[in-house]
């Protein structure tokens, strides 16, 4: 490193420690990374969404600074290397094995080629017997279809190898994300939300949105738990849709969504469940297998404003007993009705 470069490098680190410091950041390998990167301004849509970030939270928690390294940092890195170092190790050996075989067989043929010409060189001095000239024909054949089955082989390995390259590049594109979001929504999945419901308590001053697809069972005896699923992908979308002002939105268990809050108290959180319950009314899917459509899928809210003293147990429980009130009182409503 010149020194320069060295230079420079203190410079940055220099900058992002004090805001690390400010904004209550571990210091982590990877939040060293992001911010350092951050102070280097060499990524312009990081700034944006970092700074979009202490905006609407006033801080950057774990979660957050996971997720924006994860879409901006470590994708510019090699993730998962020891992995895929591994696996490219063993295909380069497999195919190494492959190779080595195949040419082992080729030379066995090219061997086999030289004494056949030989032989039919003293058929043109001195001419051969029809047992000889069968003999020869015979081996010739079977030669070549040895030297076939052996090149077929290779390519099919060939032809795997390349087809695992671009699974394992797709693994490693989902690696990091498979680790905070749900396969089949797309939201953030439980052990998002523990993390940073577990960062908010700290804080203080959230809110807490549960929200439960009404008569979900009923849609699945009906319609099938195919159908089910994309009921469960159609609401995720809306809802994530509805997160424009630093809400974050995680599929918790089941056909259960929560949303957390940062800096809104239970007012604010109530008008934003209710527009989520009125978009979710209009929610429409289809049936692919009979065309069939169902138009009437709807939700039922539990919302909680976090208080001085709360535990995780605590505030959830206030947020499921809402939610349970809610379907008490005929589903597709936002509990606590009034404050």
């Not at 492959?98 to 066995?108: E, I, N």
């Not at 699974?167 to 498979?178: H, I, P, V």
């Not at 849609?219 to 994530?240: C, M, P, S, T, Y």
């Amino acid at each position: 490193m010149s020194k320069e470069t060295f230079t420079q490098a203190t410079a940055y680190l220099k900058q992002a420690v004090p805001l690390m410091i400010k904004y209550q950041i571990p210091t982590t390998p990877t939040n060293y990374a992001l911010w350092y990167t951050y102070v280097a301004q060499t990524d312009p849509q990081l700034n944006a969404a970092v700074d979009q970030t202490l905006q609407t939270e006033g801080t950057c928690s774990p979660l957050s600074s996971e997720l924006l390294y994860q879409q901006h940092v470590a994708a510019q890195t090699e993730r998962n290397v020891e992995n895929m170092k591994q696996s490219l190790e063993a295909m380069v050996s497999e195919l190494g094995a492959s190779m080595h075989d195949t040419l082992s067989d080729t030379g066995d043929f090219q061997t086999m080629l030289d004494k056949s010409f030989g032989r039919l060189q003293k058929f043109d001095d001195e001419g051969m017997s029809i047992e000889e000239t069968i003999s020869l024909v015979r081996e010739l054949v079977q030669g070549a279809s040895n030297i076939s089955q052996s090149t077929r082989q290779f390519h099919t390995r060939l032809t795997d190898a390349e087809k695992e390259i671009s699974d394992l590049r797709g693994q490693l594109e989902k690696s990091r994300s498979e680790a905070y979001h749900d396969a089949l929504t797309g939201l953030m999945n439980r052990r998002a939300f523990d993390q940073e419901l577990h960062h908010l308590l700290q804080l203080g001053s959230f809110s807490l949105i549960i929200l439960d697809i009404d008569r979900f069972k009923s849609i699945n005896d009906e319609f099938g738990h195919i159908f089910g699923d994309q009921v469960l992908k159609a609401i995720a979308r809306r809802v994530r849709d509805g997160c424009k002002n630093g809400e974050k939105s995680f599929r918790i268990g089941g056909e259960e969504i929560a949303l957390l809050l940062p800096g809104r108290n239970l007012a604010v959180a109530r008008q934003v469940a209710e527009a989520l319950r009125r978009a979710i009314e209009k929610v429409t899917v289809m049936d692919r297998k009979n065309g069939r459509r169902l138009n009437t899928i709807t939700a039922s809210f539990g919302v909680a404003e976090f208080a001085p003293g709360d535990s995780y147990e605590m505030l959830m429980r206030r947020a499921d007993e809402q939610l349970y009130k809610a379907k008490e009182l005929g589903r597709n409503r936002v509990m606590p009705m009034s404050l």
